[in-house]
């Protein structure tokens, strides 16, 4: 037993012994050791870079309007409604545009700088600027909201809120305003937001001339007659695809467009969509928003979008005169967008 003992400790002697002499003589390779960190720099750099890279690509899904010709513009005039009409409604509509939202060329249009009364599309600005707020770490989807006798006193469609209603979220409100229409939540989330509808109003112009909606006004936050001076919300088919643009580009807005059916609150009211095109049964295929609007002055109006094959589509029509022929034509308009990418 000693004697393998002793041949064990004299064979890690040796090893011992001559890993000493490969280290003591062997000659460092500089230029190796060189390369070896520029390469290691380099892959660094090209890690920052991809990042980098990858933000800026993020940063926006879709086209962002330029002044380029043929495409949304962010340089038109800007122009103004002279007067306040009853009603700007045409036959089949008062007009109408189609846009590739990859590009933001004009695939078609009829009357695209025509004024008309959008009505509740005006609730897509009300999502943007409630969108961008809890982005810059002002509110919460998750902040309660408080609801007062303005936020009740709101007509149209609506939760039908209460005072005494304490349970309903950030989130709730714009699951609502998108699927429902409502008009209370509309005013709940621009009270939340700014402390006041007037304040948000303000919030809601500012944008629209940042994005180039430059014959849009906004004179509410939910698309309805404003009690005070009687105007209505006032923009153009081009303006609205700008504003589509704006809303496509923002992560979570397809979430809430695209709902077909929510319960919201303890009272699991039921809030199901506007938007025939979004449906299940009969709708379009790959249509996911965005938004519908009507009143008696508006006419029927409607802002959709649907994605095949990864192209996107956007179509616009404003101031239609019937609910089906709307529905129709932006089924047709949608259509045509595809038929002309594909060729």
Do not use: W
């Amino acid at each position: 037993m000693k004697k393998y003992k002793s041949i064990i400790i004299a064979f890690l002697f040796v090893a011992i012994h001559i890993f000493i002499i490969l280290v003591l003589f062997k000659k460092p390779n500089i230029n190796q050791d060189k390369i070896n960190k520029q390469n290691k720099q380099s892959n660094i750099s090209e890690f920052k870079t991809g990042y980098e890279n990858n933000i800026t690509m993020n940063e926006n899904f879709y086209y962002v309007p330029s002044n380029e010709s043929g495409h949304l513009r962010r340089n038109k005039k800007e122009k103004r409604l002279s007067k306040n009409y009853q009603s700007l409604i045409g036959k089949p509509y008062q007009g109408a545009i189609v846009v590739d939202a990859t590009s933001g060329k004009i695939l078609f249009q009829n009357h695209g700088s025509a004024f008309a009364y959008p009505a509740s599309i005006t609730k897509l600005m009300t999502l943007l600027i409630t969108l961008e707020a809890i982005d810059k770490g002002k509110i919460s989807l998750n902040d309660k909201i408080i609801i007062n006798d303005e936020i009740m006193g709101i007509g149209g469609s609506q939760l039908y809120l209460d005072v005494k209603e304490t349970d309903f979220t950030v989130e709730d409100m714009l699951y609502a305003i998108m699927v429902h229409s409502a008009n209370d939540a509309a005013r709940a989330l621009s009270i939340h937001v700014a402390e006041s509808k007037i304040n948000f109003v303000n919030l809601m112009n500012k944008k629209a001339i940042e994005l180039g909606m430059n014959a849009t006004k906004y004179y509410s936050d939910h698309g309805l007659i404003v009690e005070d001076n009687q105007n209505l919300d006032v923009s153009t088919p081009h303006d609205i695809a700008i504003l589509a643009l704006a809303c496509l580009n923002h992560p979570n807005t397809l979430k809430y467009t695209s709902t077909e059916l929510i319960y919201l609150g303890k009272r699991k009211f039921m809030c199901s969509t506007r938007n025939a095109l979004i449906k299940k049964i009969d709708g379009y295929i790959g249509c996911d928003g965005l938004k519908t609007g009507f009143t008696k002055r508006a006419g029927f109006n409607l802002v959709a979008t649907a994605e095949r094959d990864n192209k996107r589509i956007i179509a616009v029509i404003l101031g239609c005169d019937d609910k089906e022929i709307r529905n129709n034509t932006a089924r047709e308009l949608l259509d045509y967008g595809f038929n002309v990418l594909e060729k």
